[in-house]
C-alpha cells in the first residue's frame, strides 16, 4: 500500500479501490489493526478485538458495496453469533450471543468485515461513555472530553480515522450526540426503517432506531440502502422507499424548501453561544440558497415530552434489570449493576401501567403535531446538542447524589423518590445539555446531526435536522450539499487523525 493514505478515504472509496483490484481486504485489515493498536490506548473505543476472524473474513470471496471495508459494531443489540455483547455492563460479562442480529447479517451481505466492538455506557442509558467497568472512552479532538454516548466508542473509532464506519443505535440521542461532538454525520432513520431483531421486535417501545456513524454522508445513505426494509419479527414498518438514498445524497434539492429553526431549548434550559451559532451559521447559508427560512418553535409540549421520554426509559430499565435473571441465573441485586442504574430501575417499578400508556399517547400526540408542522415545513433545524462535549467524569454524580443513590438503591425507595419530585430534577440535570434529540426518537421521524460549526477551542459543533416520517432521502439530499460547503468540517484535522 505504498503511497496510499487509508484515513483519507471513505467506505465507499475503500470498497472502489478493492473492486479495482488496487488493495486487497486483507491490508485495509491490517492497516484498521494497526490504528487500533497505535490510537486505541489512548481513546478507549474498542472493548472487543476480533482480529483473527477479521483476517480470515477477508480471505474470503467478498461482495457487495462495502466489500473488504473494516467496521466496528457497537456493543449493544448488535450480535455475532457465539461473541461477546456486555452491553457495557459486568453483569454480562460471561454472556455470549446466540444469534447474530439480523443488523449483522445485513452487512455481512454488504461485505464489510468486523474488527470488533465498541464501547458503550451501561446498557446505553446516557449521553457520555464513561461505563465503570470499562472506563471512559476520549474524544479524539480533545481527549479531556467526552466523545457522547451512547454510541461514544463508535465515533471516537470512525473520528480518529481507525474504521470509516461503525455501528450506532438511537434511542433519545445515541447517534446524533456523539457525531456533533466528534465532527461526524449521524442520521437517526425513521421508526422501522432498519431492523432490531430477530430477538426484539421493538426497541425502546421504538423509540431506538440502528444505523451507522461516518464521515461522509453517501456512506451513510448506502448503509441505509443495505440495511433498509422490513423484517420478520419488526413490530413497526417505516413508509416504502423504492429509490436510492446513495443516489439521493449525490442529488441537489432543486427546488427551494420552506424550513423552520430554532435555537430554543424545548425544556427551557439555557444554550450555549457556540450552539446557537451553529444553527445561525447554518441558517443564513440556508438563506443565501434560496431558501425560506423562518424562526418557530416546533409545536410540541417540551416538558411532556421530556417526562413521557424519561416514563419509558425508567420502565425499560426496569424491565432490563428485571430479565437480567435469564443471563445470571438469579435475580440481579444493586451489585451486579452501576448505582445510577440500579437508581432509574428502581424508578421504573414504582412507575404504572397507567403512567406508561399515558406517556406513550403523548408520543402519537407529538407524532401527529409533528407530521401537520412538516406539511407546512421540509425542515425543523436546531442545535444537536445545548453544549459541547463535557470533560471527562464532569458529569458524575456529586458526592452528595452519590450517597443519595446509594441510600434509595439500598432501602428500595423509589416510589418515595418519585413522589418528591426527583423526575422533574433528573430531566432537568440529564437533558439540560441534550434537549434537542428526543423528540425524533418519540414521534418516529427521520433526524440527523451535521458537522458545520466549532467552538473556539476546536470543538466540534452539530447541527440537527428533522424531516416527516419516511422523508430520509430528503435530508441526505440536504446534507449531501451541505457537505460541499465551506462550514462543513474536515474530521482529518482532528489531533489524532
Same mark, same amino acid.
Given at each position: 500500500m505504498e503511497g496510499f493514505n487509508y484515513k483519507h478515504y471513505d467506505g465507499l472509496g475503500l470498497a472502489e479501490l478493492v473492486k479495482k483490484n488496487e488493495v486487497q481486504p486483507i491490508e485495509l485489515i491490517e492497516e484498521a489493526i494497526r490504528l487500533t493498536d497505535s490510537l486505541n490506548p489512548r481513546m478507549n473505543a474498542v472493548i472487543n478485538k476480533m482480529y483473527e476472524q477479521a483476517r480470515k473474513t477477508a480471505g474470503q470471496q467478498l461482495a457487495g458495496p462495502f466489500a473488504g471495508v473494516p467496521m466496528f459494531l457497537k456493543d449493544i443489540s448488535q450480535e455475532i453469533e457465539a461473541q461477546p455483547i456486555t452491553a457495557g455492563?459486568? $453483569?454480562?460479562?460471561?454472556?455470549?450471543?446466540?444469534?447474530?442480529?439480523?443488523?449483522?447479517?445485513?452487512?455481512?451481505?454488504?461485505?464489510v468485515v468486523f474488527l470488533g466492538q465498541t464501547n458503550v455506557p451501561e446498557f446505553a442509558l446516557v449521553a457520555v461513555t464513561e461505563p465503570a467497568h470499562y472506563g471512559p472512552t476520549r474524544n479524539p479532538w480533545n481527549l479531556d472530553h467526552t466523545p457522547g454516548g451512547s454510541s461514544g466508542g463508535s465515533a471516537a473509532a470512525v473520528s480518529s480515522g481507525i474504521v470509516p464506519i461503525a455501528g450506532a443505535n438511537d434511542g433519545g440521542g445515541s447517534i446524533r450526540i456523539p457525531a456533533a461532538y466528534c465532527g461526524l454525520f449521524g442520521l437517526k432513520p425513521t421508526r422501522g426503517r432498519t431492523p432490531v431483531g430477530p430477538n426484539y421486535g421493538r426497541a425502546w417501545q421504538g423509540a431506538s432506531a440502528e444505523h451507522v456513524?461516518?464521515?461522509?454522508?453517501?456512506?451513510? $445513505? $448506502?448503509?441505509?440502502? !443495505?440495511?433498509?426494509?422490513?423484517?420478520?419479527?419488526?413490530?413497526?414498518?417505516?413508509p416504502l422507499f423504492e429509490g436510492s438514498y446513495q443516489e439521493a445524497a449525490g442529488t441537489p434539492l432543486g427546488k427551494k424548501l420552506r424550513i423552520a429553526f430554532s435555537v430554543k431549548s424545548p425544556i427551557g434550559t439555557e444554550v450555549d453561544a457556540d450552539c446557537r451559532e451553529g444553527v445561525l451559521k447554518t441558517v443564513r447559508?440556508?438563506?443565501?440558497?434560496?431558501?425560506? !427560512?423562518?424562526? !418557530?418553535?416546533?409545536?410540541?409540549?417540551?416538558?411532556?415530552? $421530556?417526562?413521557?421520554?424519561?416514563?419509558?426509559?425508567?420502565?425499560?430499565?426496569?424491565?432490563?434489570?428485571?430479565?437480567?435473571?435469564d443471563v445470571l441465573g438469579r435475580k440481579a441485586t444493586a451489585a451486579d449493576v452501576e448505582p445510577t442504574t440500579w437508581l432509574l430501575g428502581l424508578l421504573g417499578k414504582a412507575t404504572s401501567a397507567e403512567e406508561f400508556v399515558l406517556s406513550l399517547r403523548e408520543w402519537d400526540r407529538a407524532a401527529l403535531q409533528m407530521e401537520t408542522f412538516h406539511e407546512t415545513y421540509?425542515?425543523?433545524?436546531?442545535?444537536?446538542?445545548?453544549?459541547?462535549?463535557?470533560?471527562?467524569?464532569?458529569?458524575d454524580p456529586s458526592s452528595s447524589e452519590k450517597f443519595l443513590i446509594s441510600t434509595v438503591g439500598k432501602l428500595g425507595l423509589g416510589g418515595m423518590l418519585k413522589k418528591a419530585g426527583i423526575v422533574d430534577q433528573i430531566a432537568q440535570k440529564n437533558l439540560a445539555r441534550t434537549p434537542f434529540t428526543q423528540l425524533a426518537n418519540l414521534t418516529g421521524q427521520p433526524a440527523m446531526s451535521l458537522p458545520l460549526h466549532q467552538t473556539k477551542d476546536g470543538l466540534p459543533v452539530g447541527v440537527q435536522v428533522m424531516a416527516a416520517r419516511g422523508r430520509e432521502d430528503l435530508l441526505f439530499q440536504l446534507a449531501g450539499e451541505l457537505e460541499q460547503s465551506e462550514f462543513w468540517q474536515d474530521v482529518r484535522k482532528n489531533p489524532l487523525f
Open positions: 455492563s459486568r $453483569a454480562f460479562q460471561k454472556y455470549r450471543a446466540k444469534t447474530d442480529s439480523e443488523y449483522a447479517r445485513r452487512l455481512r451481505k454488504a461485505g456513524l461516518t464521515r461522509s454522508v453517501r456512506d451513510s $445513505a $448506502a448503509m441505509l440502502d !443495505v440495511l433498509h426494509g422490513p423484517e420478520k419479527s419488526g413490530a413497526f414498518s417505516a447559508l440556508l438563506e443565501s440558497m434560496g431558501h425560506q !427560512v423562518e424562526e !418557530v418553535d416546533a409545536p410540541v409540549d417540551g416538558d411532556k415530552i $421530556a417526562k413521557s421520554y424519561l416514563t419509558m426509559y425508567f420502565g425499560e430499565t426496569a424491565a432490563l434489570l428485571t430479565s437480567l435473571e421540509d425542515f425543523y433545524i436546531t442545535p444537536t446538542t445545548a453544549y459541547p462535549p463535557a470533560e471527562i467524569g464532569e458529569l
